[in-house]
């Protein structure tokens, strides 16, 4: 693979700033301290305006810009510091954890970590929500701790959607087409030829080809396999074109390309894994193609599939069967083709058998989750809850064994601090808890003997400073959305939303029922009394996209966004659009309170409330997946009882709704309000150090990484 190294798009940059160019290759910027600051210090306006894409920066920032900069000594010593710390990063491969806990895996039999999508930066988008955001959080992990890991996705060339919500408040997909050429991908060539590496497919009787697109995650490699290439037609080259946007046949079409392809790309890169990592059952076809290698060799499916199991392993996400990925067998068949099923050694019927929990059952779809369970050797949940809640699900895929028995474990998700902590936190979790407190994320000790040395007022002040930050996003998000909807009235409005001086709750995530957006909304005039109090107020950001053929869910979307219309909420409510990876970001940081009632226990694991607390704010929520675990009465607050009233969805709805407003009333209010001779609201600040004491060094990634590997990766 060439590397340039000085220019970006055919341009040089100045030689005291060239090292720019080779740092926008890599996403570590995107979580080293001054990564951010110093691409967009180059020209903020700009930064927005490409999504924070540092080539795109590079390519399009004005000749006098570069020249001041390349002139600026201490722009010039950031850019060089900079450099430095990421070349002693990807060359220091010797002195990380997994070097000393983890020896047996090597780069030479990396792990192998497949997934439909991720979401490593928000100028990257190939992630929808949560599973896509936890697989670029688990690749930040491995490079960390030098776990050897290779990771392989998809390159959806119109990514996912970009949502906007018209005046009525129905949401309206966008796509735009992503450029690789302007994007930190570089297309995989051959070592020898240096012509691009294709991959061969038959799918659907014809063939079709592939190209990939290496990502380059710190010392992490991500390969992004794409069908838009010129040899294939146009519906072949649109099996890449977007994340979870076609119809059934696109998906499964998409799921073979990621587990057959991802499996062939491994070979002709001559990479040989330890470990095959399904995370979510998405590319479970890859458990297909390495029997059909065996087979190829001479075995029959019942000698290969054993020894497939022993180097494959998997985890769901989903605690619902109806979220599990399944399809009518005479597709599966029809996408495959004859020739594949027969390439098996296996019959139509026992091919289709193995995406069944119990054979021959007509009624069964192809599950890609049964696929799954069947060929790996391992399988866990997200959070402890939803181990249990998969082990009930998925008891007759294990037929002669009880619940308890069922061989289903879990590992609780976690997200990466250093991409997740706020600048002005670092700098106070650098001053008391740690200088190196990101390498320490996992240590308890450290965390609860440096949240005690976290001065009150220094971390409220911080706090605030990050609510002001908050409240200056919101307000340019809605001005602009405003100003694109030709609403100058609304854009003017938007100048003056919010106050920093009122107690903030951010609800943001991807709006499906199980996830209850309308909640908040069940008794209206108890809202607005919270909302409208005089001296006590308190004020509501929301973000979330529906899925594009999520009916119900589009309308309870333009519900929230019709109430948030009503004269009394318009400058105390505001709902954000197009909820991303940076949205997600600006509103973890700064937020007072996390609210999250999803209905129990459809939540494996969340990690949004994770991101919360790793700045000091404070969760709200549902007794459900991580929380039920991070929850310890000082921390954070419980909505309703763990286990919720038996019966009528609308009876634990009722219950949940009361209970979330007595805490808003009683609790969440009075604590925030209550403040000190300084203005610091003493017991909630004591809240806020629990919080990062307890759940800091539980939920972060590094420690979810070093789970797998010890736990799962290594047997
Ligand atoms: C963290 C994150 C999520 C996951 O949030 P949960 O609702 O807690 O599962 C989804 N989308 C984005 C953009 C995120 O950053």
């Known amino acids: 693979m060439s590397e340039q190294t000085g220019a970006e798009n055919g341009r040089a940059l100045p030689e005291s700033i060239a090292a720019l160019a080779r740092l926008a290759r890599n996403y570590w910027w995107g979580w080293a301290a001054d990564g951010a600051s110093v691409f967009r210090d180059l020209d903020p306006r700009l930064w927005d305006e490409c999504e924070q894409n540092p080539r795109e920066l590079l390519a399009e920032v004005s000749e006098l810009r570069l020249a001041r900069a390349a002139t600026d000594p201490v722009y010039v010593a950031r850019v060089r510091r900079l450099a430095e710390k990421f070349d002693r990063y990807v060359a220091d491969g010797e002195a990380t954890w997994a070097r000393r806990e983890a020896p047996q895996i090597s780069w030479a039999n990396p792990v192998a970590y497949f997934c439909a999508e991720f979401g490593v930066h928000s100028s990257l988008p190939l992630y929808s929500g949560g599973l896509g955001v936890l697989a670029g959080d688990h690749l930040k992990s491995a490079s960390d701790l030098g776990v050897p890991l290779v990771a392989v996705g998809l390159l959806y060339n119109y990514g996912y959607f970009r949502q906007r919500l018209r005046a009525d408040g129905w949401q309206v997909e966008d796509y735009s087409k992503l450029d690789p050429a302007r994007a930190p991908l570089a297309l995989v060539r051959d070592d020898e030829t240096n012509d691009p590496v294709r991959l061969a497919l038959d799918i659907r009787g014809r063939r079709v080809e592939a190209q990939a697109w290496l990502a380059s995650v710190g010392r992490v490699r991500l390969y992004l396999l794409d069908t838009n290439v010129a040899e294939n037609g146009e519906t072949d080259r649109l099996i890449t074109g977007h994340l979870y946007g076609g119809d059934r046949e696109t998906r499964c079409v998409q799921e073979i390309v990621l587990g057959v392809g991802g499996v062939r790309l491994l070979r002709r890169l001559k990479i040989e894994p330890c ?7 998405h590319s479970a076809f890859l458990t297909l193609e390495l029997a059909r290698e065996l087979i190829a060799r001479g075995q029959t499916f019942n000698d290969a599939a054993p020894r497939v199991r022993e180097r494959c392993v998997f985890t769901t996400h989903t605690p619902v069967a109806a979220g599990h990925d399944e399809f009518l067998p005479s597709l599966v068949e029809h996408c495959f083709g004859r020739d594949y099923v027969e390439s098996l050694g296996l019959s139509l019927a026992d091919f289709v058998n193995l995406g069944r929990v119990q054979a021959d059952d007509e009624s069964e779809l192809f599950g890609l989750t049964p696929l799954a369970l069947k060929m790996c050797r391992s399988t866990n949940g997200v959070s402890r809850k939803h181990g249990e809640v998969s082990r009930e699900l998925w008891l007759e895929a294990f037929p002669g064994r009880t619940v308890g028995e069922v061989p289903i474990t879990s590992v609780t998700n976690g997200v990466h601090a250093p991409t ?45 400073l990050l609510k002001r ?5 919101v307000r340019d998000r809605v001005f602009n959305a405003h100003l694109r909807g030709g ?9 003056t939303l919010f106050d920093a001086d009122v107690l903030t709750v951010g609800f943001a995530r991807r709006v499906a029922a199980y996830k209850r957006w309308s909640l908040i909304l069940t008794d209206v005039e108890r809202l607005m009394r919270l909302i409208t109090d005089e001296g006590r107020p308190v004020q509501f950001v929301f973000a979330g996209k529906a899925h594009p053929h999520d009916e119900t869910a589009k309308e309870i979307l333009r519900r929230i966004a019709q109430w948030k219309f009503h004269p009394h909420v318009a400058r105390r409510a505001v709902f954000i659009q197009d909820y991303d990876h940076e949205i997600a970001r600006q509103l973890v940081q700064s937020v007072d309170v996390w609210l999250n009632v999803p209905r129990r226990p459809l939540e494996a694991s969340g990690t949004s409330g994770e991101k919360v607390a790793m700045n000091g704010g404070l969760n709200l929520s549902v007794l459900d997946g991580w929380w039920l675990e991070g929850y310890d009465s000082t921390n954070g607050w ?23 407003y007595r805490l808003l009333e009683e609790e ?46 290594l047997k």
């Open 275 to 281: 470990v095959f990592h399904l995370n979510e059952g």
């Open 420 to 464: 997740w902590v706020a600048p002005l936190m670092r700098d106070l979790y650098e001053r008391y808890v740690a200088e190196d407190w990101d390498a320490r994320a996992c240590d308890e000790e450290v965390w609860s003997r440096g949240a005690a040395r976290l001065p009150d007022e220094e971390l409220w002040r911080a706090h605030l």
């Open 469 to 473: 930050r908050l409240i200056a996003f």
């Open 487 to 495: 609403d100058l009235g609304g854009a003017e409005q938007a100048r």
């Open 638 to 660: 419980a909505v309703g009882e763990e286990h919720p009233p038996t019966g009528e969805h609308e009876d634990e709805d009722a219950a949940d709704a009361d209970a979330l």
């Open 668 to 713: 969440v209010v009075p604590a925030y309000y209550e403040r000190d001779g300084r203005g610091v609201p003493v017991r909630w600040v004591r809240m806020m150090k629990r919080a990062i004491e307890t759940l800091v060094p539980a939920f972060n990634s590094d420690r979810m990484v070093r789970e797998y590997v010890k736990r799962i990766y």
